[in-house]
């Protein structure tokens, strides 16, 4: 008949529950910050084109930047967010 595990054991198993979430929060934060550089260099890229003096000359280009420029923006302001969510959960 196996025994029930100690007040000891339990403990070491909730310590190492615990442990593995923090480190799965890690990861994810990780890959956040990755992928957040990503957008902002994208970003910037992008907005660097509108500095172009020609741009007003080219309407077509300009609707294009813009078209691309604006989901770029909400999917980093989107990503920011769950950064900062993991990174309240990390802190709890």
């Known amino acids: 008949k196996a025994s029930a595990p100690s007040d000891a054991q339990a403990e070491r198993e909730a310590d190492k ?11 994810r934060q990780q890959e956040l910050e990755k992928r957040i ?3 902002e260099a994208q970003k ?9 003096p020609a741009l007003v000359q080219r309407p077509d280009k300009m609707r294009t930047l813009s078209s691309q420029l604006s989901p770029v923006k ?3 302001e989107a990503r920011f967010a769950k950064w900062q969510e993991l990174e309240e959960r990390k802190g709890a």
């Open 37 to 39: 550089e990503e957008l």
């Open 17 to 27: 529950e615990a442990q593995r979430k923090v480190k799965e929060l890690q990861r």
């Open 74 to 76: 909400d999917e980093l």
């Open 44 to 52: 910037k890229s992008l907005e660097d084109q509108f500095l172009d």
